[in-house]
């Protein structure tokens, strides 16, 4: 039946586990951002917010750019977008 995905769906429902790696992904639901807007905007230092940017790439959920010294983020993937809403209303309800 759905048993091809289940092994990487069970990989993005690990990476999305993190409430800090929720948070960074409601925030780029905003728009692009670099790691210094996070920090001020979520008030976690670099490091930490590196830590979960580089699981969030590496589950393909984020991408980056380069532009100079900065790296920008941004949602790599609606689904991904629409489940977490999906997962905030139904927790709220």
Excluded: P, W
């Amino acid at each position: 039946m759905y048993r091809e995905g289940l092994e990487e769906t069970a990989e993005i429902f690990q990476a999305l586990s993190s409430e800090n790696r929720l948070k960074i992904l409601l925030s780029l639901s905003e728009g692009e951002k670099c790691v210094h807007e996070f920090t001020e905007q979520l008030e976690m230092t670099n490091s930490n917010i590196s830590h979960h940017l580089r699981k969030l790439n590496d589950r393909r959920i984020v991408e980056k750019r380069k532009d100079g010294k900065h790296r920008y983020y941004s949602m790599n993937d609606k689904h991904i977008e629409e489940l977490i809403e999906s997962g905030v209303d139904h927790a709220n309800e």
